[in-house]
């Protein structure tokens, strides 16, 4: 595949891979908390945090690019932070562009986990709690394993959405070859260019397989999470 | 071992107004739907916050309302068995069994995973998943889940209510083998008198949210005030019953405090003490001991006292020996045999309108 595609190309490629992976994998806890409190929390604000959570699917993403640009930039008032006490920096590297992506991908991630918590029985967690067990524990012992199907397509949905993310990432971390160019960046310049059709042409065709093999992989995940559960539910 | 609740809660179109005390043994809270039985067990469990009043358990504070004490749900240790089981789906049998164990503080004893399988007999049925099991199985998997979390009291709510009436049938005894062979409280919440008559040591009955009478189960059910909250059909006395022996046409011989009893073949030893259920419309009463009858059970009783009602029926209350009984006869009836308090009469009873449920498996 590295003969077929060229450096530029690859490079723009395995930068989106390892961007959206980062940005699921360390979003999923969250997106798991912030569906929990908004499925089973009752507390003040809690249309607040969801109308929060919710605001990147409907902003215009350039919008939310430079809000992140002004938070998260180096004089921003927590990328400075973030830059003096850990020494991390986000704009226009490729860290900002798995802050984007973790961003935009949220809500979607959210909804899913929220879903699935939603239809787990609160009866069950009551039950456990009567047998002993701490909220935490009820959690993981009951929660979690019930909503796996839902965990699981809220995480491919939100890599498949952070594989695609453009505006955000493109205002925040910019477009530099090998440093912040993602697939779709990357699809974007070769538009521009004179005879730069074909490269474009070859990435959108990697795209297109990406997002089958993640949703196909999604589905016999999740079904057979799901069959787990109803397996032991029908037969002996 | 000693419950104490004592709550005020609004309910529906009336206030929740309860307070009593369960002993130790089967508790039976009693009650129509709707008079707020399952309320108060909530609220002793803890899923449910009272406005007003207090639970304590041995002395221990459960909740208070004054002292902004509500110990939470899962430090109650109150072994909650539900009408539907909730029976954990993504888990087999023994790790739902299991699930309370660690809970239970080190100190706390309680039956192990072999003696509670024993008991409910749910040994084989470790591996399978709760969609694969029958209803009445769950429902003893439920028990035996709360029992092993060795909690200090156990709280079912209509554990049998949605079960038809053999698979009744079948979690009965295993009720009775834990009142009569473990010493762990239980409060028991139900609408069906004939549970109750089998199951209960005390009884507390409640009406549109209030306590109208609490006791040892004897005394309550062979209450003729209490006919009316328990249904004229239902009502009817329990009496401690010994077996003598097994007779070969198919009848079980009892003693009784005030003589003895043929019902039909019980599954018991000779030597076994149950209880039974003697309906009140089930009982005749004549003035002399009557001869050349079909009944087999004829007992000398005394008439204690007499209550009537709007309708053509009395409830007549007895004295048997140490027992009570209740014979529900016409008002038509109690006048031409001029019945009245202190009267010495008997009870007729048919063996076979006794059935096989109204009599107790140990």
Same mark, same amino acid.
Request: glycine share 10%; net charge positive; with cysteine.
């Given at each position: 595949?590295?003969?077929?595609?060229?450096?530029?190309?690859?490079?723009?490629?395995?930068?989106?891979?390892?961007?959206?992976?980062?940005?699921?994998?360390?979003?999923?806890?969250?997106?798991?908390?912030?569906?929990?409190?908004?499925?089973?929390?009752?507390?003040?604000?809690?249309?607040?945090?969801?109308?929060?959570?919710?605001?990147?699917?409907?902003?215009?993403?350039?919008?939310?690019?430079?809000?992140?640009?002004?938070?998260?930039?180096?004089?921003? #008032?927590?990328?400075?932070?973030?830059?003096?006490?850990?020494? $991390?920096?986000?704009?226009?590297?490729?860290?900002?562009?798995?802050?984007?992506?973790?961003?935009?991908?949220?809500?979607?991630?959210?909804?899913?986990?929220?879903?699935?918590?939603?239809?787990?029985?609160?009866?069950?967690?009551?039950?456990?709690?009567?047998?002993?067990?701490?909220?935490?524990?009820?959690?993981?012992?009951?929660?979690?394993?019930?909503?796996?199907?839902?965990?699981?397509?809220?995480?491919?949905?939100?890599?498949?959405?952070?594989?695609?993310?453009?505006?955000?990432?493109?205002?925040?971390?910019?477009?530099?070859?090998?440093?912040?160019?993602?697939?779709?960046?990357?699809?974007?310049?070769?538009?521009?260019?004179?005879?730069?059709?074909?490269? #474009?042409?070859?990435?959108?065709?990697?795209?297109?397989?990406?997002?089958?093999?993640?949703?196909? #992989?999604?589905? $016999?995940?999740?079904?057979?999470?799901?069959?787990?559960?109803?397996?032991?539910?029908?037969?002996? | 071992?000693?419950?104490?609740?004592?709550?005020?809660?609004?309910?529906?179109?009336?206030?929740?107004?309860?307070?009593?005390?369960?002993?130790?043994?089967? +508790?039976? /809270?009693? &009650?129509?739907?709707?008079?707020?039985?399952?309320?108060?067990?909530?609220?002793?469990?803890? *899923?449910?916050?009272?406005?007003?009043?207090?639970?304590?358990?041995?002395?221990?504070? /459960?909740?208070?309302?004054?002292?902004?004490? =509500?110990?939470?749900?899962?430090?109650?240790?109150? &072994?909650? *068995?539900?009408?539907?089981?909730? /029976?954990?789906?993504?888990?087999?049998?023994?790790?739902?069994?299991?699930?309370?164990?660690?809970?239970?503080?080190?100190? =706390?004893?309680?039956?192990?995973?072999?003696?509670?399988?024993?008991?409910?007999?749910?040994?084989?049925?470790?591996?399978?998943?709760?969609? +694969?099991?029958?209803?009445?199985?769950?429902?003893? *998997?439920?028990?035996?889940?709360?029992?092993?979390?060795?909690?200090?009291?156990?709280?079912?709510?209509?554990?049998?209510?949605?079960?038809?009436?053999?698979?009744?049938?079948?979690?009965?005894?295993?009720?009775?083998?834990?009142?009569?062979?473990?010493?762990?409280?239980?409060?028991?919440?139900?609408?069906?008198?004939?549970?109750?008559?089998?199951?209960? +040591?005390?009884?507390?009955?409640?009406?549109? &949210?209030?306590?109208?009478?609490?006791?040892?189960?004897?005394?309550?059910?062979?209450?003729?005030?209490?006919?009316?909250?328990?249904?004229?059909?239902?009502?009817?006395?329990?009496?401690?019953?010994?077996?003598?022996?097994?007779?070969?046409?198919?009848?079980?011989?009892?003693?009784?405090?005030?003589?003895?009893?043929?019902?039909?073949?019980?599954?018991?030893?000779?030597?076994?003490? +149950?209880?039974?259920?003697?309906?009140?419309?089930?009982?005749?009463?004549?003035?002399?001991?009557?001869?050349?009858?079909? =009944?087999?059970?004829?007992?000398?009783?005394?008439?204690?006292?007499?209550? &009537?009602?709007?309708?053509?029926?009395?409830?007549?209350?007895?004295?048997?020996?140490?027992?009570?009984?209740?014979?529900?006869?016409?008002?038509?009836?109690?006048?031409?045999?001029?019945?009245?308090?202190?009267?010495?009469?008997?009870?007729?009873?048919?063996?076979?309108?006794?059935?096989? =449920?109204?009599?107790?498996?140990?």
């Amino acid at each position: 595949m590295s003969d077929w595609l060229g450096p530029q190309e690859w490079q723009a490629v395995a930068l989106s891979i390892k961007v959206s992976l980062w940005a699921t994998i360390l979003s999923l806890p969250f997106g798991v908390l912030v569906a929990y409190a908004l499925a089973r929390g009752q507390f003040r604000g809690k249309q607040l945090l969801n109308g929060l959570v919710h605001l990147p699917l409907i902003l215009p993403p350039v919008v939310t690019g430079y809000l992140l640009l002004l938070t998260f930039g180096r004089r921003g #008032a927590i990328g400075g932070w973030l830059e003096e006490t850990f020494g $991390l920096v986000l704009a226009f590297r490729w860290t900002g562009a798995v802050l984007a992506a973790a961003i935009m991908a949220f809500p979607l991630m959210v909804r899913a986990i929220r879903l699935a918590i939603e239809a787990v029985d609160p009866k069950l967690e009551q039950a456990a709690a009567t047998l002993g067990a701490p909220r935490i524990w009820v959690f993981a012992t009951i929660t979690l394993p019930l909503i796996l199907p839902g965990l699981i397509t809220g995480a491919v949905l939100a890599f498949a959405k952070a594989m695609g993310e453009f505006g955000a990432t493109i205002t925040f971390v910019s477009n530099i070859p090998g440093q912040t160019q993602t697939l779709p960046s990357a699809i974007y310049t070769f538009l521009q260019v004179p005879g730069g059709e074909a490269s #474009a042409l070859r990435l959108v065709a990697v795209s297109v397989a990406i997002a089958m093999v993640a949703l196909l #992989a999604s589905e $016999l995940l999740a079904r057979r999470a799901a069959r787990r559960g109803q397996e032991r539910g029908r037969v002996e | 071992m000693s419950l104490v609740v004592d709550i005020t809660h609004p309910f529906g179109a009336f206030t929740l107004n309860v307070a009593f005390q369960a002993p130790g043994g089967i +508790t039976a /809270l009693f &009650g129509r739907s709707g008079t707020g039985k399952t309320t108060v067990i909530n609220a002793v469990a803890g *899923v449910l916050r009272p406005a007003q009043g207090r639970i304590t358990l041995s002395g221990e504070v /459960l909740f208070d309302a004054r002292a902004g004490i =509500a110990l939470p749900l899962h430090k109650r240790r109150l &072994g909650y *068995v539900f009408q539907d089981g909730r /029976l954990f789906p993504h888990m087999n049998v023994r790790r739902n069994l299991v699930y309370g164990m660690r809970f239970a503080p080190g100190d =706390a004893a309680g039956p192990g995973l072999d003696d509670v399988c024993d008991l409910l007999g749910i040994g084989g049925l470790q591996a399978r998943y709760p969609g +694969t099991l029958s209803g009445g199985e769950k429902q003893r *998997v439920a028990i035996g889940r709360a029992l092993l979390s060795h909690p200090r009291m156990l709280l079912m709510d209509e554990p049998l209510a949605a079960l038809d009436s053999a698979r009744k049938e079948e979690i009965l005894p295993y009720l009775e083998r834990l009142r009569d062979h473990t010493n762990m409280p239980i409060l028991y919440v139900s609408h069906s008198m004939s549970e109750v008559a089998r199951l209960a +040591t005390s009884v507390v009955i409640l009406e549109d &949210g209030q306590v109208v009478r609490s006791g040892p189960a004897e005394q309550v059910l062979s209450d003729p005030d209490m006919v009316r909250q328990i249904g004229l059909r239902e009502a009817g006395a329990i009496v401690s019953a010994t077996l003598k022996k097994h007779h070969d046409d198919g009848l079980s011989e009892f003693s009784i405090s005030g003589g003895q009893l043929l019902l039909p073949r019980a599954q018991l030893e000779p030597g076994a003490v +149950t209880r039974v259920r003697i309906l009140a419309k089930d009982v005749m009463i004549a003035l002399d001991r009557p001869r050349d009858v079909s =009944a087999l059970n004829i007992l000398p009783c005394e008439i204690l006292t007499l209550r &009537g009602g709007d309708g053509p029926g009395m409830i007549v209350q007895m004295a048997c020996g140490r027992d009570r009984l209740l014979a529900r006869i016409t008002r038509r009836s109690a006048d031409a045999l001029a019945l009245a308090p202190g009267g010495k009469v008997h009870a007729v009873i048919k063996s076979v309108s006794i059935a096989r =449920a109204d009599v107790g498996h140990l």
